[in-house]
C-alpha cells in the first residue's frame, strides 16, 4: 500500500538529516542501503503478522556507505511479510485500519519536522 501526499515524495536532504529524523521516528536504515539506494524501515507486530512501513530513497551524488549523500525520497509503503518469502505491496493486501492510521500519522509527523529544515524538493 502506497501512501500518497505524505510531502515525503521528492524531498532532497543529507543522509545523516534523514538518519536522524528517521530513526526519532522509529524507522531504520539498517542494511537497507547500498551504494545509491536507501531504505527506512518501521516494523510493527500486530496479531495477525508482522508489518513494515517503508521509506526508500537514492542518491545521485555520493555515498551512502560513507554517510556522504544527498538523498531524494520516494513514495513510504506499507508491506505485509511473508516467511520465507519477503514482503508484499500489492494492491490485493488488506491493512488493518489502526496499523494504517498509525503510518499515516508517523509520516504527517516527519514531513512536518522536514519542514522545520530548508529542504530541498
Known amino acids: 500500500m502506497y501512501f500518497e501526499n505524505t510531502g515525503l515524495e521528492n524531498k532532497i536532504a543529507h543522509i545523516t538529516l534523514f538518519d536522524d529524523l528517521m530513526s526519532q521516528h522509529g524507522l531504520i536504515r539498517a542494511t537497507g542501503w547500498d551504494y545509491e539506494r536507501i531504505t527506512w524501515d518501521r516494523k ?7 508489518y513494515y512501513l517503508r521509506i526508500f530513497g537514492y542518491t545521485n551524488d555520493g555515498d551512502n556507505g560513507s554517510n556522504d549523500s544527498n538523498i531524494t525520497l520516494l513514495k513510504p509503503v506499507l508491506g505485509k511479510h511473508y516467511f520465507p518469502h519477503g514482503i508484499e505491496y500489492g494492491e490485493d493486501e488488506i491493512f488493518p485500519a489502526n496499523l494504517v492510521k498509525t503510518c499515516q500519522d508517523v509520516l504527517a509527523s516527519l514531513s512536518k519536522e522536514l519542514d522545520q529544515f530548508k529542504i530541498q524538493s
Open 44 to 50: 510493527f507486530v500486530v496479531q495477525d503478522g508482522t
